[in-house]
């Protein structure tokens, strides 16, 4: 099974960030741009922590509180999850599982070089299986 290199490869190493005093209002609509579900929270280059769709449904809308009244720094997660680009995927998803998270932020020597989610790992998993099906599928009509 492939490692996080070879997704990036693929997707791209771009990482939005937010700074922890921006509102939230402000955070998803730069998620929204790129039709993203988190956003990286960084001041100064240091990593702070993430917030995400949930975070925004659970600590603002039922609460019943106005998106732009409250800031990043407010409802983010601090305590970050984060990989490598030679994590296998296989570890990721049990990281995903695990600790019911969706986002994995990838640190190489300390910097963001990529975020990677489930809807992305899915997604490399189902490419690389029909590539070996095919491949196989070559092979076997070779053969005969
Ligand atoms: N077809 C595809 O290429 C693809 C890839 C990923 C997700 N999806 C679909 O999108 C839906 C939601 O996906 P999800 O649960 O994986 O989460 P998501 O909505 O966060 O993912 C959407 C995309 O945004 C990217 N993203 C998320 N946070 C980012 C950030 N801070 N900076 C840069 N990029 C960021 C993800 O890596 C992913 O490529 C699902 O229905 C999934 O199937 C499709």
Known sequence: ?????????????????????????????????????????????????????????RKVVLQGKNVADVLVQDIMSSKLTTISPDTSLDECMQLMTEKRIRHLPVLHDGSLCGIISIGDVVKYLIVEKDFKIRNLETYISGAM
């Open 1 to 57: 099974m492939g490692a996080v290199s070879n997704l990036l490869d693929s997707k791209g190493g771009e990482v939005l960030t937010v700074k922890p005093d921006q509102t939230v209002e402000a955070a998803i609509q730069e998620m929204e741009k790129i039709s993203a579900g988190t956003s990286v929270v960084a001041d100064n280059g240091e990593i702070l922590g993430i917030v995400s769709e949930r975070d925004v449904i």
